[in-house]
């Protein structure tokens, strides 16, 4: 004999994303279905970002120097980058 497993409704709306994320760690969206419907998504990288190690003594000098500049610290290492790679040729 087959029992079903009695599912919670989904609640109207939630108080905050604390209360969501919260019932949903609790439920599976799989025994919801007919509850959610496929959405089209069309999103642009506005910037992409790159890990790269570099020396300690290197990056200290980097962020007093976009400091003194100014400047994040990811624009003053790209300037200075692009710039080396034009001399470099």
Do not use: C
Not at 13 to 25: K, L, N, Q, V
């Amino acid at each position: 004999m087959s029992k079903k497993k009695k599912v919670d409704p989904i609640p109207d709306e939630f108080t905050s994303y604390a209360e969501a994320a919260e019932f949903w760690d609790k439920h599976d969206t799989t025994h919801y279905p007919g509850k959610f419907r496929t959405v089209k998504v069309v999103s642009e990288f506005r910037n992409r970002h790159y890990e790269i190690p570099i020396d300690g003594d290197v990056a200290i000098s980097l962020q007093q120097s976009a400091r003194r500049a100014g400047v994040p610290l990811g624009r003053l290492a790209s300037e200075l980058l692009r710039k080396e790679l034009r001399a470099a040729g």
